[in-house]
């Protein structure tokens, strides 16, 4: 997540680009927290599947963007 955050700001985007990019990011999360959730899906007899699990991920973030997007509009 840092090395997104860090590649995003230094990036030569606009703003509201620049702040729905991180809204993803921070969404989505880090590559360490799906490695994660992979080695606990796999240990576990949990129910959901990490496909499930990363499409759910990919809604939440895309979600967050548009929220981002949707304040920055009114603010």
Known sequence: ???AASFISSGG???GLRAALMGFALGFSG???HLQVISIFSSE???I???EY?????VQSLLCS???GIW????
């Open 72 to 75: 920055l509009f009114f603010s």
């Open 45 to 47: 007899k949990i129910s």
């Open 1 to 3: 997540l840092g090395g």
């Open 54 to 58: 990363f499409a759910a991920k990919a």
């Open 31 to 33: 590559l360490s927290v």
């Open 66 to 68: 548009a929220l981002v």
């Open 49 to 51: 599947s990490f496909r």
């Open 13 to 15: 985007i606009g703003e």
